[in-house]
Every structure is written in structure tokens, then in C-alpha cells.
């Protein structure tokens, strides 16, 4: 009998508290994270330990509900190539998350499985069960606490344990941010700040690592796996976002997504011009990118909700 399970990832900030979790139903459920990570990170442990809490069924089809294209796209086309070429891009560059991947890749020997997507946060039951518990995690990290780990796979003591998820390393965390971009900009970084205590009872500004995690999720929005992935985007993009393009068109949050999973590639350089917090919830990047095209100057707008930063506004305007 076929195996039908959600896979999900959280992180909030990305990078930060990470959750994973996969679910099929109350009694079949299980999930974890780190103090540290990356939503795609999470995306891809939920899938690994989903494999291994199934191993003790090979004969069981796994039917495996992803929001992620970027995970679908992993492990259904192109591992075979990066394993290929040791397990690095076609542009020489060390493929990102490889760690993991590789794990992924050792659980297929002898399985039968298939990949669907599935819109994320559109009221897919099981896909909202694996994002709530994900997320409850990435929660409990943040607030320093043990995440609720669930109840696994029945029978599942007869199997061989799933080895724990380790740690992603600080080294893993900054490449799956900025392997695809040139020119960090720390030097040119405003880090204007208000006070860390609230002692006068006013809310504190955000400091220096809010500042450069936003000026890191800026940079994610440009690189073309993360605007192919509809639910890294729909992560990473404030409900009520709305963007003003190029041409002067006003986009909203499900155009923009649109937009940017039908054409997701881009190949631009960065260049930090500032990051200045305008409230205690509230960050402005102004930045400039070059590419074949021309420059471009560029001003982004982010809020953090519900613990996390998100995108609420962006204008780009070509420089002459």
C-alpha cells in the first residue's frame, strides 16, 4: 500500500531556528531541526528522514507531497549530474546542501517513490500539518526549548534508527546564501541601531544580526534556485507584498510569484549600498545589482512578523 506523506521546512529568518517535519496522519509524524539553519535545509531533512523512517517498509510505494520545487527538482533531476561531476554544479561550483543530498541519494537504493507538488499555505491538510509541526520546532529553538518530536512510524523499533540530523555547519549556511553572488558589501553596511535593552519601556531597534540575516535574504531572492521554488518564495514574501517594477507596473505578492517561477533565472552581482532599521519591526535595503542588462539601483522594505523577517515592499529603477 503506497505511503502518502507531506514534507516540509521551516526557518525563522532563514537563516535561523530551523524545523523539519513530514506527517500522513496523527499517529505517523515526525519532526526535528536546529538552532541554525536554512529552510531548504529543513525541506530536504524532512524528505531524508522520511526515507529512513520507511526503511523497514522498501516494499511500501512513498507518494511524497513537497511545496519545495527546489527539493523536487534535487532529487528527481539533477543529482544524477552533480554525482556525475562530483558532486559539483555545471559551473564548477560546489553543489549547495550537498551533505544532505548525499544522504537522500543513499536512501533511494531500492525504493520505490514519487515526488508531487503542492501549493504551500493554500489549505493542502497534510502539507499544513508538516508546515505546523516544522514550524513548532524552528519555534522551540528560537525560544530555547525541546521541539515536540512526534510519535514516528509504527513498527518502526523492528527498523534500523534514523541517524539524528546534524548541526548544518556555519560554512554550509553562508555558501546556500551567497554561493551564487559576488560582493557581500559589509564595508559599505549602515549599521545605524537603537537601544538593545528596553529599559525606558520603548521596543528596541533591530541590531546588527537582524540586519546583515536581511541583507543575506536579499541576496537568496536573486539566486534562481531560491525564485523557482514557489514555497520559498511564498516563505519569504509578506502576504500584502507588492513591488513596483522596472517599467513602472505595480506587482502584487501572487504575480510577482508567478512571475518569478516561470522565468527564475538570473545572473547578477550585488553591491550593498546601505541597510538602515526604520522601526523596531522594520528594515530598508538599498542596493545595486549589475548584469548583462545594465545596473540597476534597488530599495527593499522588510517586516518581521511572527518572529520572522519577510519582504513587504521593492522598487528597482535602471541607472543611466
Known amino acids: 500500500m503506497t505511503i502518502t506523506a507531506a514534507a516540509d521546512g521551516s526557518a525563522l529568518g532563514n537563516p535561523g531556528p530551523a524545523g523539519w517535519a513530514w506527517y500522513v496522519d496523527e499517529d505517523r509524524w515526525h519532526a526535528g531541526g536546529w538552532p541554525h539553519g536554512t529552510n531548504n535545509q529543513g ?28 527539493v523536487i527538482n534535487c532529487v528527481t533531476k539533477w543529482m544524477p549530474n552533480w554525482k556525475r561531476r562530483g558532486w559539483t554544479k555545471a559551473d564548477g561550483k560546489p553543489v549547495l546542501n550537498s551533505d544532505l543530498l548525499k544522504q537522500i541519494d543513499r536512501e533511494l537504493v531500492g525504493r520505490t517513490y514519487t515526488f508531487e507538488w503542492v501549493k504551500g499555505h493554500a489549505g493542502h491538510s497534510l502539507n499544513e500539518a508538516a508546515d505546523e509541526r516544522a514550524r513548532a520546532c524552528a519555534t522551540a529553538y528560537q525560544a530555547g526549548g525541546a521541539p515536540v518530536e512526534g510519535p514516528g512510524f509504527p513498527s518502526r523499533a523492528a527498523a534500523q534508527p534514523a541517524v ?13 546564501l551567497f554561493g551564487e553572488l559576488t560582493g557581500s558589501g559589509d564595508e559599505s553596511m549602515n549599521l545605524a541601531q537603537g537601544a538593545i535593552a528596553a529599559a525606558d519601556g520603548h521596543l528596541a531597534m533591530p541590531g546588527r544580526a ?18 523557482g521554488d514557489f514555497g520559498q518564495l511564498a516563505y519569504l514574501l509578506h502576504p500584502e507584498y507588492r513591488e513596483i517594477g522596472q517599467s513602472g507596473r505595480l506587482w502584487d505578492r501572487d504575480e510577482i510569484v508567478d512571475a518569478l517561477v516561470q522565468e527564475p533565472e538570473l545572473n547578477v552581482a550585488f553591491e550593498l549600498v546601505e541597510a538602515t532599521p526604520l522601526g523596531p519591526d522594520l528594515i530598508q535595503v538599498l542596493y545595486r545589482t549589475e548584469s548583462a542588462e ?12 511572527d518572529g520572522r523577517w519577510r519582504i513587504r515592499f521593492h522598487q528597482g529603477t535602471p541607472e543611466a
Open 43 to 70: 525541506e530536504l531533512m524532512a524528505v531524508l528522514d522520511l526515507f529512513r523512517s520507511t526503511a523497514h517498509l522498501p516494499e511500501e510505494p512513498l507518494r511524497i507531497l513537497c511545496d519545495s520545487q527546489y
Open 210 to 227: 537582524d540586519i546583515e540575516a536581511v541583507v543575506e535574504l536579499e541576496q537568496e531572492l536573486l539566486e534562481p534556485e531560491t525564485r
Open 294 to 305: 545594465g545596473s540597476c539601483l534597488r530599495c527593499s522594505l522588510w517586516q518581521r512578523t
Open 164 to 176: 539524528p540530523a546534524e548541526q548544518p555547519s556555519a560554512e554550509a549556511v553562508q555558501e546556500d
